[in-house]
Structure formats: C-alpha cells, structure tokens
C-alpha cells in the first residue's frame, strides 16, 4: 500500500494551496481518509478526516479555513487550504483508516507545507 502526498510548497500568508494524496488502496471508498500535520519541534496532529461522504471533520486550527475532499473514481484525497497562516507550517501526511480499526493504518510520506509572514 503507497499513499503519495504531493502539492506542499512556499507560501506567503493568507495564500492557499491544494494537497493531494495518491492511494494505492484496492477498495479506496472504504477507507477513513485523514490529513495530519507535524510542526517542527512538535507533535504531529490531526487536522481533517472524510469518511465515504461528502462531509468533514475539522481541527478547530483549521476549521472554516481548510477543506477536505475526496474522489473515490481517483483513489485521491485533498485538502484544500486557505487563509494560511504561518503557524499552519508543519509537514502534512495523509492517512487511511480501514474499516473495524480504531486508528489509521496506513500513512504517506508528508509534503512540507511553509508559510511566510
């Protein structure tokens, strides 16, 4: 199983950018998909997950600001950010929950996302 995160760059506040996430999963539709983050110096931590639907789980951070979304035809999920702010800086992974686990279980890479003030 590959889960290839993509889309991470510099960008200057109040910017955006588009994370995508590539999975190899054989019944991708399935899958609890999650974006996670880890700030340098931090512990990584939740930022959104989408079940097979069309609605999403925010972190308060990044809630009204981010949007996760998924094409299931693509096997792909993405998290569409706005209004970055440069404490939203941080390595993003996508994740994959299979069904009757508590957790994900399967990770990506991570794409650095850096956002200058």
């Known amino acids: 199983v590959q889960l290839q995160a993509s889309g991470g760059g510099l960008v200057q506040a109040g910017g955006s950018l588009r994370l995508s996430c590539a999975a190899s999963l054989r019944t991708f539709s399935s899958y609890v998909m999650y974006w996670f983050r880890q700030a340098p110096g931090k512990e990584r931590e939740f930022v959104a997950r989408?079940?097979?639907?069309?609605?999403?789980y925010y972190a308060d951070s990044v809630k009204g600001r981010f949007t996760i979304s998924r094409e299931n035809a693509e096997n792909t999920v993405y998290l569409q950010m706005n209004s970055l702010k440069p404490e939203d800086t941080a390595v993003y992974y996508c994740?994959?929950?299979?069904?009757?686990?508590?957790?994900?279980?399967?990770w990506g890479q991570g794409t650095l996302v850096t956002v200058s003030s």
């Open positions: 994740a994959a929950q299979s069904a009757g686990t508590a957790n994900p279980n399967y």
């Open positions: 989408i079940m097979n639907s069309a609605n999403g």
